[in-house]
Structure formats: structure tokens, C-alpha cells
């Protein structure tokens, strides 16, 4: 069964910091992997997919990284701004269905 | 331009009453989903249509059903809700859910409070 988690579950940081979120999964037999965000109380918007058979996958500031041999990847955010505050979670969707497992999330606090 | 609409945005139901949710899409597309997500806690699939088809996960509660009378609109029914059901639910959609490069579109979701 596959397990996602985030390290660390609360980051908060001043404004301008360059930062890295992380995630881990304990089957590397992956269809994709994706970052969404949640902003208090909303739903969840798609913020990067990676493709199994890609490495990395980038959208203005954000970078996300994928190693699928370890089990990781990384959300990277440029220069954060006040407004990248909001909980960042990883999924990953298995081979098998349509089922995305996600990890508990990283709730992100960018300081003015 | 609302893509997937989840109503109502807030729902308060005493202990033990029958609720529902209710999800509509205008994105035509196959795959609806239902998702819990409990305070500080991930999502966790409850079930999901393929068309008509429906899949449930297997440690979802019997106490909770779905319904998808057509492509646009999909229920999620709770039929006795307890406290431990106080939630926010959150409806999600997907083309066909066969290609890799596929996402998740979700509504904005709906509060459950269980008095």
C-alpha cells in the first residue's frame, strides 16, 4: 500500500526566501506525481505534474523535482512572496486506477 | 467559469440525520470523485464513478453511498452521520483518468458540521 509523507508539516519563513518542500513515497512504481495547493477552507489547485518517466517540471517559481529510484521529490519555490502562503500537498497516483494517495501536507507561512 | 461546483459550501446536520452533497461539472468529463479530508489531515478517496460505473475504496464506511444520475452531477449521501463524520468533503473530476499526464480538477468543497 502506498504511504506519502511530508517533511516538514509547518514552514514558516520572511519574504524573498527561496525554499524546499519534501516529499516521500514508499512505492517507486508511480504513474505521476503531483503538487497541489490549498489555500484555508478551498479545494485543491494543481500546481505541477510530473510524469514517471520525467525528472522535473517547472511553472514560474516553482520547481518540482521527481526521483522516483529514492522515493522523493521536492517542490521548490523561488523568492516567496506572502501570498505563496497556503498548504502544499503532494500525491501520487499508482499504476493501478485512478486513485491518488496523498500526504499530509506542508502548511506553508510566508512572513511580510 | 466555475468548473466543478460543490453545493452547498457549508452544511450543519444534528447526529444521526441524513445528509446530502451535491457536485456538478461543466468540464464533460468521465471520472467523478469524492474525497474526505479531515482537519490537518490529508484526502482520503471514498469512492469514485468511471461514467456509471461506480468504485469504492475498500475501507470507505457503509454509511456512506454515492449517486451519479448523469455526466454532470454527482451525490455523495451520508445516511446516518456520526461525529467522526465532521469534515470537509471535496469533489474532483478527470477526463477519462487513463493518461499520465492527467489531473484532478476539485471543487472548492463542502464543510460538514455534525451537531
Known amino acids: 500500500k502506498q504511504e506519502v509523507t511530508q517533511i516538514p508539516a509547518a514552514l514558516s519563513v520572511p519574504e524573498g526566501e527561496n525554499l524546499v518542500l519534501n516529499c516521500s513515497f514508499t512505492d517507486s512504481a508511480i504513474y505521476n506525481l503531483q503538487w497541489f495547493r490549498q489555500d484555508p477552507g478551498k479545494g485543491l489547485t494543481s500546481l505541477l505534474l510530473i510524469q514517471s518517466s520525467q525528472r522535473e517540471q517547472t511553472s514560474g517559481r516553482l520547481n518540482a523535482s521527481l526521483d522516483k529510484s529514492s522515493g522523493r521529490s521536492t517542490l521548490y519555490i523561488a523568492a516567496s512572496q506572502p501570498g505563496d502562503s497556503a498548504t502544499y500537498l503532494c500525491?501520487?497516483?499508482?499504476?493501478?486506477?485512478?486513485?491518488?494517495?496523498f500526504g499530509g501536507g506542508t502548511r506553508l507561512m510566508v512572513k511580510p | 467559469d466555475a468548473m466543478v461546483i460543490q453545493n452547498p459550501r457549508y452544511q450543519v446536520t444534528q447526529f444521526g440525520k441524513p445528509v446530502t452533497l451535491s457536485c456538478s461539472q461543466t468540464l464533460n468529463h468521465n471520472v467523478m470523485y469524492w474525497y474526505q479530508q479531515k482537519s490537518s489531515q490529508a484526502p482520503k478517496l471514498l469512492f469514485h464513478y468511471y461514467d456509471k460505473d461506480f468504485n469504492n475504496e475498500a475501507d470507505t464506511p457503509d454509511n456512506f453511498q454515492s449517486r451519479r444520475p448523469n455526466t454532470s452531477f454527482c451525490f455523495l449521501d451520508i445516511r446516518s452521520p456520526g461525529l467522526g463524520d465532521a469534515a470537509m468533503y471535496l469533489c474532483a473530476t478527470s477526463r477519462d483518468g487513463g493518461r499520465q499526464t492527467e489531473t484532478q480538477y476539485f471543487g472548492p468543497g463542502t464543510r460538514l458540521l455534525v451537531l
Open positions: 500525491a501520487v497516483r499508482n499504476n493501478a486506477g485512478n486513485m491518488l494517495t
